[in-house]
C-alpha cells in the first residue's frame, strides 16, 4: 500500500509517500511542528483527507492502538496482575497448566476509558475462552 501526501505551503506543493498510514501520520506531525499549510492524504480506494494542522491528525488514536502493549507501563503492570492473580483465569479458574492463555483484560474498555488503561483495580485476568465470551456478550447487546 501507498499512501500519497501532498503538502502545501505558501502556494508550493511537496510530495511525499509512505508506506503505512501510521507512517504518513508521523510524517505529517514533523511536517506541521515546523511549517504551516495544508496535508492532503491519499490512500488507494479512499476520498482524499485533509489535515490543517497536528490538532487533527488521528495520531493518537494509531499511536495508542500500536504501542501501548509494547509500553515498559503496561509490561509490568501486567506481569504484577497475572502474578497476583495465581496466574488463573477469574471466571472459570483454569490456569497455563490446563493448555490455556491468559489475557490481561481491561474491564472498562481503553477505547472507551483511556485514563483506566494503567489503573490496576480496572484490570482483571481471563482465559482466552472467557476474555472472547466477555467480548462477545458485549457485542450481544
Ligand atoms: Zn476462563
Known amino acids: 500500500m501507498t499512501i500519497r501526501v501532498t503538502l502545501q505551503m505558501n502556494g508550493k ?10 507512517r504518513a501520520m508521523n510524517g ?5 511542528s515546523g511549517n504551516k499549510g495544508l496535508a492532503l492524504v491519499y490512500q488507494p480506494g479512499q476520498q482524499p483527507v485533509v489535515y490543517q494542522s497536528v490538532h487533527d491528525l488521528p495520531i493518537h488514536q494509531v499511536a495508542n ?4 502493549y509494547r509500553t515498559q507501563e503496561w509490561r509490568s503492570l ?3 496482575v497475572l502474578a497476583e492473580s495465581g496466574r ?3 471466571l472459570c479458574g483454569n490456569s497455563p497448566d490446563n493448555g490455556i492463555t491468559l489475557h490481561v483484560d481491561h474491564i472498562k474498555p481503553r477505547s472507551l476509558f483511556p485514563e483506566l488503561a494503567l489503573e ?3 484490570l482483571q485476568v481471563l482465559c482466552e475462552d472467557c476474555n472472547l465470551g466477555k467480548m462477545t456478550s458485549e457485542l450481544s447487546f
Open 13 to 22: 506543493c511537496t510530495r511525499r509517500e509512505y508506506k503505512t498510514h501510521a
Open 28 to 32: 505529517l506531525k514533523r511536517w506541521f
Open 65 to 68: 492502538e500500536t504501542d501501548f
Open 78 to 80: 501486567r506481569v504484577d
Open 88 to 90: 488463573r483465569c477469574l
Open 120 to 122: 490496576k483495580s480496572n
